[in-house]
């Protein structure tokens, strides 16, 4: 195997073992609340559990340029590890936490010195020919995907067993694991000395000098928007399943399955669509598959059965895993070489605020328009994005002789 193909191999697996340790805890994050703090009030827990949840992505909003500036200066490789090591540590402190603040305090400082994704993707995109770019970031994306949706299945069968505090426990072992495989096997060509010598920009104007990159601005607002339209409807999903399924038996399980079956399709196609992308353009893919998103949210909205809402979601994951890929696979190639790992970082704030403000909006917007109404919503802007990724993109593709 080549040197790009190991650090691939090996990010991979720790990109799935990052993600699933993170999300083991979602199944019962409530509960934890409820049973081990003594939160009676159905009403205080929700809020309580509603702030935790975001508070991880409010601080790993505002930190990531900062991780992404010291990326450039010191390497990624270390910026991996210090993000591993620190949130296998805080991990294990929540299994201690004793009031509810405590947990908030620990999540708010996992996502302080949370990154470990957006700097594999800048590993991985630093150390990968560009012709095979797309693969890579494909491929990387279906190992986070994975532990996504295992995350969840695996915590719930977990806390069933063991009970909560456990499961903190056995994730920081995982980020532990993952981070130590990094430092072990994955192999950074940076020269420190140049970078040292390298005059460093502030965050403010490193972001100055890359939105006067006239795709980066685009590309950017492209990652935002596609986690705001796809998170939005997401805690609604439960309450659409039971609405659809009309009867408490094996509501649960359909549930779950309507929740993670869009993550296995995602899992599937993103390295298919990044091998094509290779071949036919990462700008082409970005387009399908933003135009083929917004044609297979419409349906959900009209859909009579739980089936159908499956068959609908199945193929939403295929034209997922043609995204975020690619805007990563675009981003390096606009990016300089001495700025990829701010430019990434900035992309991980983009997500994270997507993550942040997608659910919140949609939770508020429900009320009004229901949730038929928030697939229709998600779907219009992901259409909205489409043209404008269009119209940003293609000038610079032709200009060169190739939409690409």
């Known amino acids: ?66 991780w992404g500036k010291l990326s450039d200066k010191y390497g990624r490789k270390m910026m991996l590890l210090r993000s591993g090591f620190g949130m296998s540590i805080v991990m294990v402190l929540m299994g201690f936490a004793q009031a509810p603040w405590h947990l908030l305090a620990l999540r708010m400082l996992n996502g302080v010195i949370s990154g470990f994704s957006p700097a594999a993707v800048s590993l991985v995109s630093s150390t990968t020919p560009k012709e095979k770019m797309g693969f890579a970031m494909g491929t990387l994306q279906s190992g986070g995907t994975a532990g996504t949706i295992l995350g969840p299945f695996i915590g719930g069968l977990l806390a069933d067993s063991l009970g909560f505090r456990p499961i903190f426990y056995i994730t920081g072992t995982f980020l532990f694991l993952a981070s130590t495989l990094s430092w072990i096997m994955v192999k950074e060509n940076f020269d420190r000395d140049a970078a040292a010598h390298t005059p460093q920009q502030s965050v403010l104007t490193g972001l100055k000098s890359l939105m006067a990159i006239p795709q980066l601005p685009a590309l950017l607002s492209v990652t935002f928007l596609i986690q705001f339209a796809m998170l939005s409807p997401m805690p609604l999903i439960p309450l659409y399943v039971e609405k659809l399924h009309g009867t408490e038996a094996n509501l649960a399980f359909f549930a779950g399955f309507v929740g993670s079956v869009t993550g ?118 992901l259409l909205v994005t489409c043209v404008w990724a269009y119209r940003t993109l293609r000038s610079p593709a032709r200009s060169s002789g190739e939409f690409r």
């Open 264 to 381: 296995l399709s995602n899992m599937v196609s993103s390295p298919l669509l990044g091998r094509l992308g290779d071949r036919i353009g990462s700008t082409r893919i970005l387009i399908i598959s933003l135009a083929g998103a917004a044609f297979m949210l419409i349906p959900q909205a009209f859909v009579g059965t739980v089936g159908q809402l499956l068959v609908f979601r199945f193929l939403l994951g295929c034209f997922l895993g043609g995204m975020i890929p690619t805007v990563n696979a675009l981003i390096r190639r606009y990016t300089p070489d001495n700025m990829v790992s701010r430019s990434f970082s900035f992309n991980g704030s983009s997500l994270a605020l997507g993550n942040m403000i997608g659910p919140v909006v949609g939770g508020a917007l429900s009320g009004l328009i229901g949730i038929e109404g928030i697939f229709i919503f998600s779907a219009s802007l």
């Open 1 to 66: 195997m080549q040197r790009w193909q190991i650090n691939l191999a090996v990010l991979w697996f720790g990109n799935f073992l990052v993600m699933a340790g993170m999300t083991m805890i979602i199944p019962f994050l409530s509960l934890y609340l409820k049973k081990d703090f003594g939160l009676t009030d159905s009403h205080e827990i929700g809020v309580w559990a509603g702030l935790i949840f975001a508070s991880n992505f409010t601080t790993s909003f505002l930190f990531q340029p900062i």
